[in-house]
């Protein structure tokens, strides 16, 4: 009888020990997630971009650090003849290609428009690739009610969807998108987030 009692309560105090099964809380309401992705001004990433326009094509390795209002945007590949790193400071765009030419202004934006084949939207990417719309300009959103956060988004006649989200250090972060604009279709794979 004691030893069965003494069984019985090294059981209940292993039972006590064990921990219940971890559950992710909820997430938190889409407008609040949204305006905390948006008002984020410090990430990278890294990862690919495959760009199509008409019947053109070209795919490059994507590195991107935002540090405030500047975009550093390095791609890596063909781009006609060679990658090029891109800096946006607010309006100011400048350009600098594998061959060491130093382009800014109109001839900076010239020079990317005619490498990858239509203006790249930049700014509005800047929060596109964060799965959030650019704030202060009209957008259309579907939201994934059960995950709270977006499944495409129309912005600026561009119709963005995102098709596959991943875990990281920086939180739950697109990590498949795509956007389109008439013939121009712009997917992005990111590999990596850094907070």
């Known amino acids: 009888m004691i030893r069965l009692a003494c069984v019985a309560i090294a059981a209940t105090l292993l039972a006590a020990c064990a921990s219940a099964p971890v559950r992710e809380?909820?997430?938190?309401?889409?407008?609040?997630?949204?305006?905390?992705?948006?008002?984020?001004?410090?990430?990278?990433?890294?990862?690919?971009?495959?760009?199509?326009?008409?019947?053109?094509?070209?795919?490059?390795?994507?590195?991107?650090?935002?540090?405030?209002?500047?975009?550093?945007?390095?791609?890596?590949?063909?781009?006609?003849?060679?990658?090029?790193?891109?800096?946006?400071?607010?309006?100011e765009l400048a350009l600098r290609t594998s061959h060491g030419d130093h382009l800014e202004g109109d001839a900076a934006r010239a020079e990317l428009e005619r490498r990858i084949g239509f203006p790249l939207p930049l700014a509005a990417l800047r929060y596109w690739v964060r799965g959030v719309p650019e704030p202060g300009a009209g957008a259309d959103e579907v939201v994934d009610e059960a995950h709270q956060r977006l499944a495409s988004l129309v912005q600026d006649g561009w119709e963005i969807s995102y098709t596959e989200y991943a875990a990281g250090s920086a939180g739950i972060l697109p990590r498949r998108l795509s956007a389109q604009r008439g013939n121009t279709r712009v997917r992005l794979v990111i590999d990596r987030w850094t907070p």
């Open 25 to 91: 809380g909820a997430p938190a309401p889409w407008p609040e997630r949204r305006a905390a992705l948006q008002a984020d001004a410090a990430f990278s990433l890294s990862g690919r971009v495959a760009i199509r326009t008409g019947d053109t094509g070209l795919n490059a390795s994507l590195r991107w650090r935002q540090e405030g209002a500047v975009s550093h945007v390095t791609l890596d590949g063909p781009l006609g003849i060679g990658g090029a790193e891109v800096e946006l400071r607010g309006d």
